[in-house]
């Protein structure tokens, strides 16, 4: 079996007084995509927010690489290797495609690092042929495929990515699915990916997690789960 990268350990978090995980508890593996899914308001945005450290943690304790990160800030976990992108994408549309690229470098220490144009654009060449077109002039999908390039350009171990087929066609969302499993299986990085459309999650999931009321209350490898099963989770 293969090593984790991340251990979450009874985490939970709030929104002041109003707590929205309770307990989570979950890990992925090395070069693997994990799904959390579950309805609408049951604390998935939340989790990844926590793990970023976008979000304060109430208790638990989060791991990445054998190592309490728990209270680490956002940036100082970017430049661990952890990358986020979140609902809605956040791109900078008054930039080009190529400066949106550009401040994923950030994550990195060395400052003389460079786009590794080659690896992105073989893997989004739209964003190749819009190099220079302004992020906010690009489609849904466009912007999605430009927003994890740039999470890319900083070299993570570990993406996480919040609902990365919300509002976008579906032939894009087929492209980006291809593009994770190929991150996960030839390059190792490992994907906590939460999402909501099943057709898109089975072909891409190693293994599941269900949460509802800020919890995890299922969980399974893809081989275990059937279309069946993972709809009724979905809809608890």
Do not use: C
Not at 68 to 85: C, E, H, L, Q, W
Not at 156 to 175: F, H, K, N, R, V
Not at 212 to 220: E, H, I, L, T
Request: proline share 5%.
């Amino acid at each position: 079996m293969s090593q984790s990268i991340l251990k979450i350990n009874s985490l939970s978090s709030a929104y002041g007084q109003s707590t929205i995980l309770w307990g989570t508890t979950l890990e992925v593996k090395k070069g693997t995509v994990t799904t959390v899914m579950g309805r609408n308001g049951v604390g998935k945005t939340t989790l990844l927010k926590t793990i970023m450290g976008l979000v304060p943690p109430k208790s638990g304790m989060i791991e990445y690489k054998d190592e309490d990160v728990t209270n680490v800030p956002a940036f100082k976990k970017s430049r661990m290797g952890i990358a986020y992108v979140p609902q809605g994408r956040e791109i900078i549309p008054k930039l080009t495609v190529y400066e949106n690229l550009k401040l994923g470098l950030e994550a990195l220490s060395d400052r003389k690092a460079k786009i590794p144009e080659d690896e992105i654009y073989a893997m989004f060449p739209i964003l190749k042929d819009f190099r220079n077109r302004l992020g906010g002039n690009l489609s849904g999908g466009q912007q999605q495929q430009l927003a994890i390039a740039r999470a890319l350009t900083g070299r993570p171990s570990l993406l996480l990515l919040d609902e990365p087929t919300e509002g976008i066609q579906p032939s894009i969302s087929q492209e980006i699915g291809h593009i994770l499993k190929k991150l996960a299986k030839e390059q190792g990085i490992s994907v906590l990916l939460v999402e909501q459309k099943i057709d898109f999650a089975r072909p891409v999931t190693d293994y599941f997690y269900f949460m509802n009321r800020g919890a995890v209350v299922s969980q399974g490898s893809a081989d275990e789960m059937s279309m069946e099963e993972l709809q009724n989770h979905i809809s608890l």
